[in-house]
Every structure is written in C-alpha cells, then in structure tokens.
C-alpha cells in the first residue's frame, strides 16, 4: 500500500558536517511536511510545502537548515553544519491537499549528532 | 488554532472501551477536531476527525459536544497495540494542515 519513505532510517554523524534527510511522499500527495521531535520539545513543524512551492518554513532554523523539492517525489531536508542540539527523529508527512488534514507521517530518520 | 488540553495518561484493559477526553473550550466554528497517535519509535497515525457531528470509523469514534468545548475519542475494543500516546488537535479548513502537536495522552492498555 501507499507509504511515505523516508531515507537513511538512522543516521549518526559529528558535529560540523552536513546532514541531508530524504523524502519520498505518497505518489499524488501535493502537501509534503517536516517536523522533528525530541523528549523536550515533542512533535514541532519545521516546513511545509504546497505543489513544491516553500509555504511556511518559520519552524526551522534558518541559518543551518534548509527544505527543498526537487520534483513531486523528493523532498529534503539538510543541516549545514550540524550541532548536538540537532540530534532528533525527523519526521516526513504527505496530504492530498483535498479538504482534509488527514497526513500521512514516514517512519522518520533518527538523528544523532556527536 | 484553538488550544486543546488532555490528561497526561491513561490506562485500560483489554478488550474494554478506551475513552480519551479532549477540552478545547477557544474552538472557534470553522475549526476540526482532529486525533492522531503514535505508538512508539513510529511516525504519528491519523485516526479521526470532525466538526460538530460524531464520526466513526474503523479505527475509532468521535464524540464532539453540542457546544463543541470538548470531545472524547473512543477504541470501542481496545487492544495491547492500541498503546501509544494519543493527540487532539484543533485545526481550522484553513490551516494548509499545520499541525500543531501539544503532550498527549499515554494511553496504556493492560492484559
């Protein structure tokens, strides 16, 4: 059945190096999000895009994070550079976009920065 | 988004009705009510939402007030799988589907 995939599942890295997060959301879903979540914060928005337009990355940090969609299939997140503080699982979800807010999360990718 | 609280845990025993509470008393006309969870190491799961009417699905039940302050989500049957941490969130039609995920409930479902 129809899944969001998300790669690498775990990823595990040193501070200062570049982290890119991928996304691959359900085939005609035309609203892709990220968020990210910790013990401290829980569950927290970074971005959304709608038709792979940028509508709101007001969540992510701006100076070290960035979200862009290639094409309807690919969606990425990167860090440059990373910090420890940007250890978390990263989340991907899709929407069709058609009068429901239902979405559809990925399995995310596990963080960890040294 | 109108701010919804929960309680921080619950417990039920299997095979009985799990009733998980919601209180949104800002929630303003146009905006849903909507219930995710996720069980744990996994990505949230939606399971329900609506507007003033009760809805059911397979997964669920939506029992929204007359005065829309509150709701409750039922697991009719619930099962040890259905453990996780449960979320309400309010979210208007025009929200482009920010969720805004507050702390849950625990729900843990005993033998």
């Known amino acids: 059945d129809a899944r969001v995939t998300q790669t690498p599942r775990h990823k595990v890295t040193e501070m200062g190096q570049e982290v890119t997060m991928r996304c691959q959301p359900i085939?005609?879903?035309?609203?892709v999000f990220w968020y990210r979540q910790t013990m401290m914060q829980g569950l927290e928005l970074l971005a959304y895009?709608?038709?792979?337009?940028?509508?709101?990355d007001s969540g992510m940090p701006k100076d070290r994070f960035s979200a862009e969609m290639p094409d309807a299939t690919l969606a990425t997140l990167k860090i440059q550079p990373s910090e420890p503080r940007d250890s978390a699982v990263y989340f991907c979800?899709?929407?069709?976009?058609?009068?429901?807010?239902?979405?559809?999360f990925g399995p995310g990718t596990r963080l960890t920065v040294l | 988004d109108a701010k919804t609280t929960q309680p921080p845990s619950m417990d039920c025993a299997e095979g009985r009705a799990a009733n998980l509470p919601c209180n949104h008393s800002?929630?303003?006309?146009?905006?849903?009510v909507y219930w995710y969870r996720q069980i744990h190491s996994q990505g949230p799961q939606y399971i329900i939402h609506?507007?003033?009417n009760n809805e059911t699905n397979e997964m669920a039940s939506l029992i929204i007030t007359e005065d829309r302050k509150s709701s409750t989500l039922i697991l009719p049957h619930a099962t040890l799988r259905d453990t996780a941490v449960y979320y309400c969130?309010?979210?208007?039609?025009?929200?482009?589907?920010?969720?805004?995920f507050g702390q849950g409930t625990i729900l843990t479902v005993h033998p």
């Open positions: 979800a899709s929407g069709s976009g058609q009068g429901s807010n239902e979405q559809f």
């Open positions: 085939l005609g879903h035309n609203t």
């Open positions: 895009f709608r038709n792979r337009a940028p509508l709101d």
């Open positions: 800002t929630i303003s006309g146009n905006e849903y």
């Open positions: 609506g507007l003033k």
């Open positions: 969130i309010v979210l208007s039609g025009t929200s482009y589907g920010k969720l805004t």
